[in-house]
């Protein structure tokens, strides 16, 4: 049985996607430090591990766009959820450091099968330009990925220990996601072309500058979102604010992340994709701008404000990770655009955290929030350069 209603279709994926989301990408923040006490790996080697695997991700990302160009959406996301549920699997049963890092590798490979914008291409191929709305409805449900992932494993942890709860994790993908990617209609495959790069060639239509500032646009971002994500913490204690008060205040981005998506869905549903992610991208440098002008006086209301708009800014430009290129391009050739741009985006998020943690530690939070306003105001050069067709 399948269905073909596209609501219908966009909230199984977005439950699909919140599942694979919370058992996959949130994992190592609770999983790390058990795997750490047990003496399995040094930190670096730990968190590397997972670094590694949003690097394979990122170099998949094209060869997944060409494959769901040529087969098809859904049996791409099948073969995902199989292949989370092997490296999960692995995770679970094999021993020492090198196991640790097998896994993360073929974990990588079924992130780069089976998360966002393995997703988002399906709905390009399935829905073509109409697939803004469900491109939409997938990210509200995603957002909440974090939500549930992070409290259950927290609580399966003590319980089963992170060798067992990787063992849940398979069952998840198996009995959950799986079923749930078998509902999907059978999308149609474009015709085989001659060439491999003829798709990206016809899509394009002549527009590869606006697809190189693109590319750099969400390159920047998701550089700037490896970076906050793994040293928020040291960056509000840079300004004075205390561990506790800084992940307090880290928990506001996901709230304000379906914000923004809640946003976008009703307030920009009217407008222009690329007018939206304009709107979307002017709220990340306002916020750092904000903590150069509120802090040291102000300094809570300094880090909730940079936080909110943040988040906010985050969850509207995931939506138009997936919205923009397909009304900038149109439906031909998207999976394959698609993956193009994943490749800088993904591999921008794997070193971002590595890269940044000398300059974190050296520099003064001033100075960082500094340099976030500089590169998101750049980031949203690129994109001001930018023009929606008629």
Known sequence: MTVSSPRAVALILGVAQTLAWGSTYYLPAVLAPAVIREGLGNPALVYGAFSVALLISGLAAPSVGRLIQRRGGRPVLILSSAVLAVGLLLLALLPGAWGWCVAWVVLGAG????????????????????????????TLCAGFASTWGWPTSAALVPLLGWRGTCLAYVAVNLCCV????????????????????????????????????????????????????????????????????????????????????????????RAHPLDVAK????????????VLLLAPGELGLAAAGFMLLYGASNGILTISKGQVPLALFGP????????RLALPMLVAQAVAPTLAAPVVAVLPAGTSFGLI??????????????????
């Open 279 to 290: 709107a979307g991208a002017l709220l990340l440098p306002l916020g750092a701008v904000g």
């Open 373 to 390: 306003a500089g590169l998101s105001a750049l980031a949203l050069g690129c994109l001001l350069l930018l023009r929606a067709p008629r």
């Open 111 to 138: 992130m780069a099968l089976g998360l966002y914008e393995a997703a988002f291409a399906t709905l390009g191929m399935l829905y073509g330009r109409e697939a803004r709305r469900p491109i939409t409805i997938v």
């Open 178 to 269: 799986l079923p749930l990617y078998l509902l999907l209609p059978r999308d149609h495959a474009a015709p085989a072309l001659p060439r491999p790069d003829e798709p990206l060639a016809a899509t394009l239509a002549g527009g590869r500058r606006a697809f190189l500032l693109l590319a750099v646009f969400f390159t920047l971002r998701s550089l700037i979102s490896g970076v906050v994500a793994v040293h928020f913490v040291a960056l509000f204690g840079g300004l004075g604010l205390s561990v506790a008060a800084a992940v307090a205040v880290g928990a506001l981005q996901g709230p304000a992340q379906v914000g923004g998506r809640l946003l976008e869905f009703t307030l920009g549903a």
């Open 332 to 339: 031909a050739g998207y999976p394959v655009l698609m993956g």
